[in-house]
């Protein structure tokens, strides 16, 4: 495992971070409560010390398992938690609540399911157009004197909405999503790096598009996040990756590594990401993605994949 600062945060972080939005069982493929927590132990075993988490997250279940393996295990203080507010699930639905009150109501919810009296990291999950910016964010400056957090963040944002967050409190994390099929936030990134704000980026494997699972254009549930969240299961941009997996295939023959690993190499080689979450609900997953650290992509092969993406970049430019 390789770690790295946070920022300007002090908090020394994987630079590998487990995301929860599988684990916490909704929108995603069904894995026994056994299987999950025990994800979340092989992580901690694999030396990730990082965790990501939201209440969103299947109405708080997702933190209820992590809550439960670390208090288990007794780790709580060597591992660094990261969880979300201003988006509640409720009947299925995401829906965006940046206000005060709710924010403060989250908390105390995170905290009571993560089993924890404090939080690392805390983030606005999305902004709230309906709700004035200074008052979510004050929100979190009283939760931050009061000890519950430690660390303000933002997820989603755009660079105007960052900008706008800053004048009532000073933002140390964001988390945008940023892939090979998805860099469309990487100059918003780059300017977030440069501020010193710790970067985690989300979607790293594309949904799992870049895990090379998914060969056949198929059909998902509505609330199927591969058919709700993530446009790449769908034409035009399916074909489009399609293209580039038979690039990573070549890499992955010569290297004798999976594809996984080929697109997470590409994500940590870059220099303005802190760490990159990976959503990962089994034990093996979770020890494959691991052996990322063991080698890098050499020059060659990255110029390879970067001439792979131009006929996807250039499609989804269009979209």
């Known amino acids: 495992m390789e770690y790295t600062e946070l920022g300007k945060t002090q908090?020394?972080?994987?630079?590998?971070?487990?995301?929860t939005w599988g684990i916490g069982g909704a929108g995603w493929d069904l894995y026994s409560d056994e299987c999950r927590m025990d994800a979340i132990k092989a992580a901690v075993d694999c030396g990730i010390n990082f965790i990501d988490t939201a209440p969103a997250y299947?109405?708080?279940?997702?933190?209820?398992?992590?809550?439960?393996?670390?208090?288990?295990?007794?780790?709580?203080?060597?591992?660094?938690?990261?969880?979300?507010?201003?988006?509640?699930?409720?009947?299925?639905?995401?829906?965006?609540?940046?206000?005060?009150d709710k924010i403060m109501r989250e908390c105390e919810e995170s905290l009571h399911n993560l089993k924890t009296d404090y939080i690392d990291v805390y983030l606005v999950h999305w902004p709230d157009p309906n709700v004035p910016m200074e008052e979510t964010m004050d929100a979190l400056n009283t939760l931050k004197k009061q000890g519950k957090?430690?660390?303000?963040?933002?997820?989603?944002?755009?660079?105007?909405?960052?900008?706008?967050?800053?004048?009532?409190?000073?933002?140390?994390?964001?988390?945008?999503?940023?892939?090979?099929?998805?860099?469309?936030?990487?100059?918003?990134?780059?300017?977030?790096?440069?501020?010193?704000?710790?970067?985690?980026?989300?979607?790293?494997?594309?949904?799992?598009?870049?895990t090379g699972?998914?060969?056949?254009?198929?059909?998902?549930?509505?609330?199927?996040?591969?058919?709700?969240?993530?446009?790449?299961?769908?034409?035009?941009?399916?074909?489009?990756?399609?293209?580039?997996?038979?690039?990573?295939?070549?890499?992955s023959m010569e290297r004798n590594v999976p594809l996984t690993q080929i697109a997470l190499n590409w994500a940590l080689q870059k220099p303005f990401i802190s760490s990159c979450i990976i959503g990962a609900q089994s034990r093996d997953k979770i020890e494959e993605n691991c052996k990322v650290f063991e080698w890098k992509l050499n020059s060659d092969e990255i110029q390879l994949l970067e001439q792979a993406l131009k006929e996807y970049t250039e499609c989804m430019d269009e979209l």
């Open 149 to 210: 957090i430690l660390h303000i963040g933002v997820s989603n944002f755009t660079k105007e909405q960052i900008e706008e967050a800053e004048k009532y409190c000073d933002i140390e994390v964001y988390q945008p999503q940023y892939s090979m099929v998805d860099r469309k936030g990487e100059q918003l990134i780059q300017w977030a790096y440069a501020q010193r704000i710790g970067v985690m980026t989300y979607g790293t494997l594309g949904g799992g598009i870049l």
């Open 213 to 251: 699972k998914y060969r056949e254009l198929k059909a998902y549930a509505v609330n199927d996040n591969r058919n709700r969240f993530y446009p790449y299961f769908k034409e035009p941009l399916f074909s489009k990756v399609m293209i580039l997996l038979r690039t990573m295939d070549q890499i």
């Open 11 to 19: 908090l020394h972080v994987s630079r590998m971070c487990l995301g």
């Open 58 to 100: 299947n109405g708080g279940r997702a933190e209820k398992y992590i809550g439960q393996v670390l208090h288990k295990l007794g780790v709580r203080k060597e591992v660094i938690l990261a969880t979300k507010c201003g988006n509640e699930f409720i009947n299925g639905k995401y829906i965006r609540c940046g206000a005060a």
